[in-house]
């Protein structure tokens, strides 16, 4: 990390129209201390601008966006932290495909709600974000409150003093030129061209604080209230070894979430897969194995994988876990008998999502409060040290981990489960032309570019048809061993006849396939996961390797029959689409 770290922190616990909180104010002091301790241990300035209550109305917060955040240069990093109430409004009648309910999500200022002050909708955070990454600098947005619109009137507390951070939703319809305040500039999710005088590349990474149809939660925590997520990052960032990335902090974050309450699932999202690997406020990515990670839930220590990430089910053999402090070092190969694990266990029972570990070795030396990085083996080939960039197929000095990413890529497109109940069709994916026209499925969908283009855009659609309530995730397997999940958040529950688009970062139902110069085609995989029970579908997602040598895809789509019978309670299945996208 280089240059400065800009922060704007925003707590509120005042409002003016709607009931107030408790904790927001401890969460950005804490906030500004964690930004403080990491950035003069890399030497980078820090510059923060806090708005606390009355200081936060809605022009205030735009105003700092734009003083503040938009001075972020090309070697700087911008860190935009909201601790408030979130909630939803009514969504423009040409957003409606996106908007299921009708609602968009939006944060609430302290004015909000009172005569012509409205919330902050979540297309202009995102074209406030825009314009604090426009000039190539690394954007991070923290959100703790909730983006659902349950109706909960102020903070419910229930007997363990936990309070909601949702606010009604707001009934009035917005009136046109209401965005005017935000100078115009491209919000995160347009297209990002690749020409001369394009500009720079955008990078971006938010954690908020549940799903949408969840409620952000706050506690005491250490005789403090606090916002769950909030406690659980600087938990994750005061208690590891060594620098941490996103994908450490999302997952310490989850573990902490669930030991403090229930029914609170932080979210990940970046602009680039590689951004998952990037240190805590920037930094080059590092290319390195993806393992799990182990933490007491209600007194088991469960490991945050299951048979959909690929884990052999305990009847096929016994499989061994080491596990190690998060942040040891993933840079390079351990050297033979170097970092010996803390402890040693093996996995007792394998679920869809996540495995019950016993610890056989060493239980003294783990800390019950923490998480654990954990290495995953079959007996006779226990891992004996942490997941490096590189595994023993790794034979590209250039390029460490080349061969185990490639391997990993191929484990998923093959994954599936011959056993499922859920029947076929359950769930299904439409592919059309932005007219709506659907392209034709054959196992392979064939997308033609428009003459002299190189990129076809095109709209994606996933279904529930069949039922019952199904946790979809759908992936592309791009050509040069990418994996991205599509749908937001990386996966949605789905009731019978509920259906989600694959939006980009601005809201807008439009994915584009690209081939590449001097190729006259791509071809990626669309690969679908429907569970009776929700997975972290960031588990497996990995940036893409440079440029290859093409080769072949084979697809069996006979092998995804499945019997119709009754769905179990942990069940899950596949299904993989080809596509190829033609440059004419």
Known sequence: MAGTVRALLVGIDDYVAITGLAGCGHDVAAAEQLLRVRADSSGAALEVRTLRDAEATREALIAAFVEHLGRTGADDVAVFWFSGHGSQEQAPESTWYAEPDRLVETLVPHDSRTPGVFDLADKELAQLLGLAAARGGHVLAVLDCCHSGSGTRGVDRDASEVGIRAAPADDRIRPPGIEGSIPGTRGLGEPVGTGPGDGPAVHWVA????????????????????????????????????????????????????????????????????????????????????????????????????????????????????????????????????????????????????????ITDGAGSLDQARTYRASVGRAGHAPGGPATGAGDDATDAGHPGREAHIARWHDLLDRRNPGTAIPVGAVEVVISHPDGTPLPVAGTVEVPCPRGQRWAPVRIRVTNRLGPRLFCALFALTENHGVVPLLPGGGAWLARGEEAWVLDAAGDPS??????????????????????????????????????????LTLDPAALDADAAAVSAQDWTTAEWVVTTLAT
């Open 207 to 358: 954690l908020s604080a549940c799903r949408s149809d969840q409620k952000a939660k706050e506690r005491p925590v250490r005789g403090l209230t606090r916002g769950v997520l909030s406690a659980g990052l600087e938990r994750a960032l005061t208690g590891a070894i060594g620098p941490l990335s996103y994908r450490d902090i999302h997952r310490m974050c989850s573990a902490a979430t669930l030991d403090l309450v229930r029914d609170q699932t932080p979210q990940l999202e970046v602009a680039d897969p590689a951004d998952l690997d990037r240190p805590f406020l920037g930094g080059a990515a590092v290319l390195a194995a993806h393992p799990f990670t182990a933490s007491i839930r209600g007194g088991r220590w469960l490991l945050d994988g299951g048979a959909v990430h690929g884990l052999p089910d305990v009847a096929e053999g016994r499989t061994e876990v080491a596990l190690f402090p998060i942040g040891a070092d993933r840079s390079g190969p351990a050297p033979e008998g170097s970092a010996a694990p803390l402890a040693r266990g093996v996995l007792t029972e394998v679920r869809v999502g996540e495995s019950e570990v016993e």
């Open 511 to 552: 994915v584009r396939m690209t081939v590449a110069e001097g190729r006259d085609r791509a071809v990626d995989v669309l690969k679908l996961f429907v569970s009776t029970v929700e997975f972290d579908a960031q588990q497996m997602q990995q940036a893409e390797l440079s440029p290859e040598r093409s080769r072949g």
